[in-house]
């Protein structure tokens, strides 16, 4: 390899790895006039599966709930296949963990508002996320000492 090989980064390939909609609770629930409570929770993993070649999956759940009762949910595993090749070491891992999920949250967005939108109901709209600030936010919770686990 030379030394001063060029960088790359290329998105190989985007797509929906894994898709589930579930309304437990229908046809009851279409009746229901009061707003959901939504929650929404954010995954991010990756992991090498050649040379320079890496899978990116961003995981984008989405929970309504009416009290108790589920009004739906729905699960995204928005995926990349991403080249990642002579780019040092150290900014490998904040590709992963920022770069290729800023590049796959677009299409999950748009994958979740199409899903709620099939089962029924009104399309949920994902706002921006800042996956800097929540690979800063896990970076920072690895280097402090676990205080938690001497305290006991």
């Not at 299409?107 to 800097?132: H, K, M, W």
């Amino acid at each position: 390899m030379e030394e001063n090989a060029q960088p790359v980064f290329g998105i190989e390939k985007l797509y929906v790895k894994d898709l589930s909609v579930e309304v437990p609770n229908s046809p009851e629930i279409f009746l229901e006039h009061d707003a959901p409570q939504v929650e929404i929770q954010l995954n991010t993993t990756g992991r090498g599966v050649g040379e320079g070649v890496f899978e990116v999956l961003l995981t984008v759940t989405v929970t309504a709930k009416l009290a108790d009762k589920t009004v739906f949910l729905v699960e995204v595993g928005q995926a990349g296949i991403f080249r990642i090749m002579n780019v040092p070491e150290e900014q490998i891992e904040p590709l992963i963990a920022v770069a290729c999920p800023n590049i796959l949250f677009p299409y999950a967005r748009e994958t979740v508002s199409d899903a709620v939108t099939r089962a029924g109901f009104s399309p949920i709209v994902l706002q921006p996320v800042n996956f800097e600030a929540m690979y800063m936010a896990r970076m920072q919770e690895q280097s402090q000492p676990a205080v938690a686990e001497t305290l006991q």
